[in-house]
């Protein structure tokens, strides 16, 4: 993941795949860094920040 205007990363903040229209990227690939704590809990926090981005695209 990395900043909207980077050219860098694949994917931007708001979990979409540079360059491709529509396609989310939801899972612990995306973290641009390994945390040193479980996976699991940023990997819920993607996973939920995915649901509130997706739930409002689809309310416009």
Do not use: C, F
Request: net charge negative; aromatic share 4%.
């Amino acid at each position: 993941m990395s900043a909207r205007d980077a050219n860098y990363g694949v994917v931007d903040p708001d979990l979409l795949v540079k360059g491709v229209e529509g396609l989310r990227i939801v899972d612990a690939s995306i973290l641009p860094i390994v945390p040193a704590a479980h996976t699991q809990a940023a990997t819920y926090a993607i996973a939920e920040r995915a649901a509130d981005l997706i739930k409002e695209t689809w309310r416009h």
